[in-house]
């Protein structure tokens, strides 16, 4: 973003400065207990700096941003990093902690060695170059009872990787580990050409190159990051890193104030339901007004306009789409409403005045789901369903609880989230 156009913009319309600044920007934080994801560090982590970067350049006489609302648990953390001066400058507290790396294998203890001689190079060159490669590799080990079937569909991909299985990896960093690669390549191979291999070997070597490229990519991730590493050692289950941490939400709070803004501290979080919006959303918000506009006044979130017993329902919102029949296309084109008249406040507030519907669209359905939903009451999900139903998944016991969730209609939508289905 260049900030110096903007406030060149602003001079042109006759203004010293931005007035307000609103934004959203994401936080996925990091967790220790999500062990299947490779990144430890977040990308989209360092827009929540660049937010206060445009506050810091901008100075508008007030901002708001949104969050989720477990910015301020203690999963929302910054690394430390050896260009980090602001840590020291706002007075943030900041403490060691050990993060996961991932689980020990036959091969830790000699891996250990190499890292800890390395603790500061660039690890790229033992990575395995191609991700996707390294993404069909995991998919295999989580498909256990469809081992075989996924190695079949995917015969020609693999054919293509085993014809050039030494270059995958620019260096090898052991000859343990470049024997154990190999292992992988001869049973898949074995299997594609004589349909037969070794499928416990098979596993046991994939689950080690899995673990150790996690390892080593988090390893690389932090280097290249620049971040303040301290320690790289190992327990009873698993490799472990010490890096230092402090929270997000703590920064936001001190570097705010050093920029000379009163922001709400006794109150954070809002319910999008408390506001007649028919869903169950509550989202961290911070305002902040430069203190000579405040006046020695408190900065405060808006009191809620509903009770949780008049809070708008699912019904409340859509009953009156019921038998309007959706579009299966994003075409653009709007439905006529019909003779149906709206029953509830908030129908008639979302009808604003006009015959037709728009963006009623719904998913080209397949009949198996269809069914599904049939036979699923208010509040029930893929769960509730009868064994015989969820024959097309893996391991359903696997399966979320937001998968084929049909809504209450009496109630409040839960959380509308990005997920599948």
């Not at 994401?26 to 700096?49: D, H, M, W, Y």
């Not at 594609?192 to 080690?208: A, M």
């Not at 708008?312 to 075409?331: C, F, G, H, Q, Y």
Request: overall charge positive.
């Amino acid at each position: 973003v260049d900030y110096d156009e903007i406030l060149y913009r602003c001079k042109e319309l006759g203004q010293e400065q931005v007035d307000i600044v609103i934004g959203g920007p994401p936080c996925q934080g990091f967790s220790n207990a999500n062990r299947q994801k490779t990144e430890l560090i977040s990308s989209n982590n360092q827009l929540v700096k660049q937010f206060t970067k445009a506050i810091e350049r901008l100075r508008p006489k007030a901002f708001v941003m949104e969050n989720v609302k477990t910015m301020k648990s203690k999963v929302h953390k910054f690394f430390r990093t050896f260009d980090d001066k602001e840590i020291d400058i706002l007075g943030l507290e900041y403490k060691r902690e050990k993060i996961f790396l991932g689980k020990k294998t036959p091969l830790s203890y000699e891996l250990l060695k190499f890292l800890k001689k390395n603790e500061h190079k660039s690890l790229e060159a033992f990575t395995i170059s191609d991700k996707s490669l390294f993404s069909k590799l995991c998919h295999l080990v989580r498909k256990d009872k469809e081992f075989e079937k996924y190695l079949l569909k995917n015969k020609s991909v693999f054919l293509r990787y085993l014809s050039d299985w030494d270059n995958v990896h620019p260096e090898y960093w052991s000859d343990a580990y470049y024997h154990v690669w190999h292992v992988i390549m001869q049973e898949i191979s074995h299997y594609i050409s004589h349909g037969s291999y070794s499928r416990e070997k098979l596993i046991d070597c994939l689950v080690e190159v899995i673990e150790i490229q996690k390892i080593l990519l988090r390893i690389n991730e932090i280097i290249s990051n620049n971040v303040i590493l301290f320690n790289i050692d190992c327990n009873n289950r698993e490799i472990f890193v010490e890096l230092v941490t402090y929270g997000v939400l703590d920064y936001l709070t001190a570097k705010f104030k050093s920029l000379g803004y009163v922001i709400n501290e006794d109150q954070l979080i809002l319910n999008a339901a408390d506001f007649g919006a028919p869903q169950l959303r509550e989202r961290l918000l911070l305002i902040g007004i430069q203190n000579e506009y405040i006046q020695g006044r408190k900065v405060e979130l808006p009191k809620p306009l509903l009770k949780f017993n008049e809070y708008n329902t699912v019904r409340k919102a859509i009953a009156d789409l019921e038998n309007i029949e959706p579009l299966k296309t994003m075409s653009g084109e709007p439905i006529p409403r019909g003779k149906v008249a709206a029953r509830e406040p908030l129908q008639k507030y979302l009808e604003i005045n006009t015959p037709y519907v728009f963006n009623h669209i719904v998913t080209d359905t397949t009949e198996t789901a269809l069914r599904r939903f049939k036979l699923l009451n208010p509040g029930e999900n893929f769960h509730h369903l009868d064994e015989a139903y969820k024959t097309t998944y893996t391991d359903p016991n696997r399966t979320q609880n937001t998968v084929y969730l049909r809504l209450k209609y009496d109630s409040p939508s839960g959380t509308v989230l990005n997920v599948r289905k």
